[in-house]
């Protein structure tokens, strides 16, 4: 199982995938907000995505678990 995780800590924008959903390589899957910027996050690899584990509003770290992938 593949994890994508946070690449800085911001705030999470907007989820721009669901469960379900199969996602091509490098594709963007959730946006991040930190100092008024828009940050987003990429998939490094294709996959399923199994399960979300951040909701929109939530505050994140460096390094934290934001979708795993099948």
């Known amino acids: 199982m593949q ?4 690449s800085m800590a ?4 907007k989820i721009l995938v669901k469960p379900g959903d199969k996602i091509d390589d ?4 959730v946006i991040l907000e930190s100092m ?13 995505v199994r399960e979300i584990k951040v909701n929109e509003g939530d505050f994140v770290n460096q390094g934290d678990v934001l979708i795993m992938l099948e």
């Open 3 to 6: 994890q994508i995780t946070s």
């Open 10 to 13: 911001g705030n999470v924008w």
């Open 26 to 29: 490098e594709q963007e899957v």
């Open 36 to 48: 008024k910027m828009e940050i987003p996050i990429e998939a490094e690899r294709g996959g399923m």
